[in-house]
């Protein structure tokens, strides 16, 4: 009965915290990324509980208690976070050689080498691994007795649990958000039929299915359209089923907390971090870059085209530097070991090639997971660089608006799904493009300030208008949820 309902349910791969098993024990680390700093607001609130995924080695069965324990008492004691265990060897499956290495590889269209490539009985076998993941939470969720008010499913490591949950609770509402760009149907018939199938049938369990862009609503129509035996209402942007169920389709664009993030400059943290970086930008202008090591975020593209800056404007030579603040990520796969080794190849050229023109590498690299770090550099750089091949949405832009000090000048690829909200206010480039995204950054450069100004504040008002708070509270609202 609705009555008797309390709460929210939030299942995510990741928590608020990751859990890893070091040492012969569980240590609790704060996990990265816009899907944790968008939802932990939310997940603060007594009444909501968190369901992730846990990586557990043979060894750390004997040790779960641990584990509950540690979910129990983190540093931040009003998150209520459920951890799931799964075997080290399916979490492997479902995470690295399907999420990864296929569904994120296929969203932002890195198809062919150094992407997704094909699809052997290695994989299929991993397919099963992630049909048994989602089937583990799905079991987890049942056996906590929650009775939520609606549950909030995130992202594409979790296509079927919609369906899963739907099955064992038919009257709570559920809401399925994607945070990676959705393809369209020409992509998404590059894997096979059942798999297909159970993706958007797996989402449409839910009675709202969320999205970041008005394209990738469009593309998931298009695809349920193209693969499924269903109608599309595209007036109120709903597909209804042969069962007589409808699951509404919207785009909840996620952004940031400006609060918080305001809160997080006037910290110690960020202190240190200016002067620790003082050395490193020197009296030079910088260009920065902030995003996970991903082929996705295309630093290769970025740092050719630095190198061409400098080719074409050698007057720029000594007065510009790059900081890159890259994060580590997913290192366990190997293409992105591969493209780790290819980004280093590139900056060690152009160092080589302009270190002495500069007086120094013009390139200097912080590879690292230092979040109030990365702020300060954004704090005070002259360019941020987002040229991202495809983008969910990248809050690293919207976290700039907010948080640059003296106002500079964003350059964003058209592809990321930002670019929307950046229009006539960033310089907008295609990701593929390294001479006109060197152009772009001499443009940049030599924007006078007026109109840096003018941009910055047309974006940060947008930024404004619509934050994390406003994501959230959209998507609890088309639920008919109120007053968590
Ligand atoms: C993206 C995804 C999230 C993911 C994050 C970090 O934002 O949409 O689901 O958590 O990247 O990636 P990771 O694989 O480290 O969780």
Request: aromatic share 8%.
């Amino acid at each position: 009965m609705t009555s008797s309902r309390t709460g929210i349910v939030i299942v995510a791969n990741r928590g608020p915290n990751d859990f890893v098993w070091q040492d012969g024990a569980w240590v609790t680390r704060t996990a990265t990324g816009g899907l944790v700093s968008m939802l932990t607001p939310l997940a603060r609130r007594s009444n909501v509980g968190w369901f992730c995924c846990v990586s557990e080695p043979p060894d750390a069965t004997l040790a779960r208690s641990g584990l509950f324990t540690t979910a129990a008492d983190q540093t931040d004691p009003r998150l209520h976070v459920l951890p799931v265990p799964l075997p080290a060897d399916t979490y492997h499956a479902y995470y690295g050689q399907i999420s990864n290495e296929v569904l994120w590889m296929l969203q932002h269209r890195m198809i062919g080498a150094g992407g997704f490539e094909y699809l052997d009985s290695a994989r299929h076998q991993a397919w099963g691994r992630y049909l048994e993941a989602n089937a583990r939470l799905a079991a987890a969720v049942v056996r906590s007795g929650r009775q939520p008010m609606a549950f909030l499913v995130q992202d594409y490591h979790l296509y079927p649990l919609p369906g899963l949950l739907r099955g064992a609770f038919p009257e709570t509402p559920i809401l399925h958000f994607t945070h990676i760009p959705f393809p369209d149907p020409p992509v998404l018939r590059l894997i096979p039929d059942s798999w297909r199938q159970t993706i958007l049938r797996g989402m449409l369990g839910a009675d709202v299915v969320g999205l970041q862009t008005r394209m990738d609503v469009r593309n998931f129509l298009s695809c349920c359209a193209e693969f499924l035996d269903v109608h599309i209402d595209a007036d109120s942007g709903s597909v209804l089923m042969a069962d007589g169920r409808r699951s509404f389709v919207r785009d909840y664009p996620a952004s940031v907390e400006p609060r918080s993030l305001r809160r997080i400059m006037h910290t110690a943290e960020v202190s240190a971090a200016h002067a620790r970086l003082a050395a490193d930008r020197g009296e030079a202008m910088t260009i920065i870059r902030v995003d996970r090591l991903d082929p996705s975020k295309n630093q290769q593209v970025g740092f050719l085209a630095f190198s061409r800056l400098l080719e074409m404007r050698p007057d720029l030579c000594g007065r510009v530097r790059f900081l890159a603040f890259m994060v580590p990520s997913r290192t366990d796969l190997s293409v992105y070991r591969a493209y780790r080794d290819t980004v280093y190849r590139t900056i060690d050229d152009t160092n080589a090639r302009f270190g002495e023109a500069c007086g120094g590498p013009p390139i200097r690299v912080f590879y690292t997971n230092d979040r109030e770090q990365a702020l300060a550099a954004m704090e005070r750089c002259r360019v941020l660089l987002v040229n991202s091949l495809q983008d969910g949405m990248n809050l690293v832009a919207k976290e700039w608006a907010v948080v640059a000090e003296t106002p500079g000048v964003l350059i964003v690829s058209e592809t990321a799904g930002v670019s929307a909200d950046a229009a006539e206010c960033a310089l907008l480039i295609s990701p593929l493009d390294v001479e006109g995204t060197a152009r772009a950054m001499a443009d940049a450069l030599d924007m006078p300030p007026a109109e840096q100004r003018e941009r910055h504040a047309r974006f940060l008002g947008r930024v404004l208008r619509w934050s994390a708070r406003d994501w959230i509270n959209a998507q609890l609202a088309d639920l008919g949820v109120e007053n968590v």
